[in-house]
């Protein structure tokens, strides 16, 4: 791993949710973000991907696109509260509560601040498929974090963000556990399933 193989792992991932953005057909723009995910994950230095699971890959089992999961959401303001985060490999990250996403058919959700150098939007969410095969990652999947490029734009409300299931991915932990991940809290946990997004087979 070096830095220059980082930050160009970094600037390809903030390209293409640049284009995502950019894109009025959603089916065709989380088409182009999963063919953009596998590319990275099959080809990139700084894959997450271990080496001996490297020359199984085929692609990462994401689902089809389906609209229902696509909110835009208004940030409602909450409570200050702090959590700090302990990383194996960056330390301890604090976050404080930016607010309260209100989503339909799923519930409350935390929306994190990240109050450290460079600042930026952190959603994860764990569903109730979570930890099961075939269902979802254990610890939760990462919805938005802006620090590393995933972000979906704003909504058309004022003070509004895009919350799209179907962009759900797993943290790197989720392939090398040399990665300690920021995962999902009681405030980002829902009971709902959501069977959108990236899944979750335990090997790859």
């Given amino acids: 791993m070096t830095a220059l193989e980082i930050v160009d792992w970094r600037c390809r991932v903030f390209a293409l949710y640049a284009e995502v953005r950019e894109q009025t057909d959603l089916p065709a723009a989380h088409d182009h973000w999963r063919r953009g995910r ?35 959401v208004a940030i409602a303001p909450a409570e200050p509260r702090h959590m700090d985060v302990e990383t194996g490999t960056d330390g301890v990250v604090p976050f404080d509560l930016l607010g309260i996403a209100d989503v339909p058919g799923v519930g409350h959700l935390d929306v994190w601040k990240l109050s450290s150098y460079g600042g930026g939007i952190f959603v994860p969410i764990k569903d109730a498929l979570h930890g099961k095969h075939g269902g979802t990652y254990g ?66």
Avoid: M
């Fill in 38 to 72: 596998d590319e990275l994950f099959a080809t990139h230095p700084e894959t997450p991907l271990l080496p001996e699971d490297r020359g199984a890959f085929t692609g990462l089992p994401v689902e089809p696109y389906d609209p229902a999961w696509r909110f835009e």
């Fill in 139 to 204: 610890g939760g999947r990462y919805l938005l974090d802006t620090i590393k490029g995933a972000f979906l734009g704003a909504g058309s409300a004022p003070e509004s963000l895009v919350l799209d299931f179907n962009f759900a991915y797993n943290p790197s932990c989720a392939y090398d556990p040399a990665w300690a991940c920021p995962l999902a809290q009681p405030g980002n946990t829902t009971t709902v399933e959501i069977a959108v997004g990236e899944r979750y087979f335990g090997n790859y």
